[in-house]
């Protein structure tokens, strides 16, 4: 079945400084590649949807020059949190979709202190 | 029973019982839904999905409601088991030319031996 690979797992920074998060689907090639950032006990919410070669779509409150969102490949995305703040401390998932299905990643835990 | 905590609902049942997850979905033009379960840490991993022409369906322990007049959804688990416990989301879709999933808000399923 469809895999995708997040890396990584968990990572914990310094306030001020970025952080890397790479989503790759394995075995398949992603039309597009979604961002989803998610609270304790909270839901899944969209950040950014992401096709190859393009420009990502941020959704409403979601600023742009903050997460860096790259897709340079039809198997690679990749979300930077440039000048991370505690604020930032979530979990980010991303999720690789083709033909109408889509695969989650298994989520990074960002801790920024 | 049911409960409600901060953002999270609460379904808390015995190990054997049926359970049964409810979700209310936002937009009357999403005409295909997915249950997703996440365990801690990880990413959503698909359970069952279901397109608006249909009205039920059944997989292996599990079956989902649709009813699309009052916009709900539900997720029929039979024969509980502790390792159903984690949390539980509805995702909704509009086919004719998105890709975007939007998810509810979620219910996490606590299973007692």
């Known amino acids: 079945g469809a895999v995708v690979s997040q890396h990584p797992s968990w990572v914990i920074c310094k306030s001020g400084t970025s952080v890397k998060i790479e989503c790759r689907s394995l075995?398949?090639?992603?039309?597009?590649m979604f961002w989803y950032r998610q609270f304790p006990k909270q839901s899944l919410m969209l950040m950014a949807t992401?096709?190859?070669?393009?420009?990502?779509?941020?959704e409403q409150g979601v600023e742009k020059d903050k997460f860096l969102i790259n897709h340079a490949s039809l198997t690679l995305s990749t979300l930077t949190v440039t000048s991370a703040h505690p604020e930032d401390s979530s979990f980010y998932i991303c999720?690789?979709?083709?033909?109408?299905?889509?695969?989650f990643g298994s989520g990074t835990r960002l801790t920024v202190v | 029973g049911e409960s409600v905590g901060l953002h999270l609902p609460t379904l808390s049942v015995q190990e054997g019982d049926n359970s049964i997850i409810n979700c209310a979905y936002s937009?009357?033009?999403?005409?295909?839904f997915i249950w997703y379960k996440q365990e801690s840490g990880k990413g959503p991993q698909f359970i069952i999905d279901?397109?608006?022409?249909?009205d039920k369906r059944q997989g292996q322990r599990v079956t989902v409601l649709l009813n699309k007049t009052v916009k709900h959804l539900s997720l029929q688990i039979a024969a509980t088991q502790p390792g159903d416990s984690a949390v539980y989301f509805c995702?909704?879709?509009?086919?004719?030319?998105?890709?975007?999933?939007?998810f509810g808000k979620g219910t996490m399923l606590l299973v007692s031996p």
């Open positions: 999720s690789a979709s083709r033909g109408g299905s889509w695969t």
């Open positions: 075995d398949f090639q992603a039309t597009t």
């Open positions: 992401s096709n190859e070669g393009s420009k990502a779509t941020y």
């Open positions: 937009n009357s033009a999403s005409d295909y």
């Open positions: 279901i397109r608006s022409n249909m």
């Open positions: 995702a909704e879709n509009m086919m004719a030319g998105y890709s975007t999933l939007t």
